[in-house]
């Protein structure tokens, strides 16, 4: 166990919706990432939280949204979901912003139907 | 483009059959290579992080190396448990995280 909460585990959604996925750091962590893992794209970095502000942004379509609360959970939003959208998203935390040593949430499994 | 490439991507090997897991990458100034292994169904797990050429890094069974334009992940001996998916990624100038593909390990009995 790794000390990263995601929930749900497992959504399944029709195309058009929007749905909201949780994550609660490890005790302590005060940077939070956000990752999609899809079977043809591999892991692609989303976008990356630290102590509440933006810190950094990968491949994040502007469909979706993220953002850290005081109490460090996060939350990422994807609206007008489409197919292509149905992948593992993974939550990450680490101490500090630029710290490597990132613990990985179980994901939540996201079916866009 | 920054990118990362893994190769191969599957390998299968003996128990007891060392070898090398290669990341090559082209990164806008490199700020850290890392190594993860995921199970299937799970989060990857870190295993190491390097930051400049030369630099090697040990645990276990596992030893990561690093030169300019890519990095080894050695294997000696390895053991079925080792069997996973290991992923190298680097962080780039604007604090951008890129994957590779990964590799399949898989270590028959």
């Known amino acids: 166990d790794s000390g990263v909460t995601q929930t749900p585990k497992h959504l399944i959604t029709a195309t058009g919706q929007r749905v909201t996925l949780r994550c609660s750091p490890r005790s302590g962590d005060l940077s939070v990432y956000w990752y999609q893992q899809s079977l043809d794209q591999g892991l692609q970095f989303l976008i990356q939280?630290?102590?509440?502000?933006?810190?950094a942004k990968g491949n994040i379509l502007e469909r979706f949204s993220a953002q850290q609360f005081p109490d460090l959970h996060s939350e990422l939003n994807l609206s007008s979901l489409e197919l292509g959208d149905s992948a593992l998203y993974f939550c990450?935390?680490?101490?500090?912003?630029?710290?490597?040593?990132?613990?990985f949430g179980q994901g939540t499994r996201l079916t866009v139907v | 483009e920054d990118q990362v490439t893994q190769s191969p991507e599957a390998l299968r090997l003996q128990e007891g059959e060392s070898s090398s897991l290669n990341c090559s990458y082209t990164?806008?100034?490199?700020?850290?290579l890392f190594w993860y292994r995921q199970d299937p169904g799970k989060g990857p797990e870190f295993l190491f992080t390097?930051?400049?050429a030369g630099e090697e890094k040990e645990k276990e069974r596992l030893k990561a190396t690093l030169t300019k334009k890519e990095s080894f992940l050695h294997i000696t001996a390895p053991k079925p448990e080792d069997s996973a998916t290991y992923l190298c990624a680097v962080r780039n100038r604007d604090d951008k995280i890129i994957f590779g593909k990964g590799t399949r390990l898989h270590i028959l009995p």
């Open positions: 390097l930051y400049s």
């Open positions: 990164v806008s100034g490199l700020r850290g």
């Open positions: 939280y630290y102590n509440g502000e933006e810190r």
């Open positions: 990450a935390s680490s101490v500090q912003g630029h710290t490597p040593e990132a613990f």
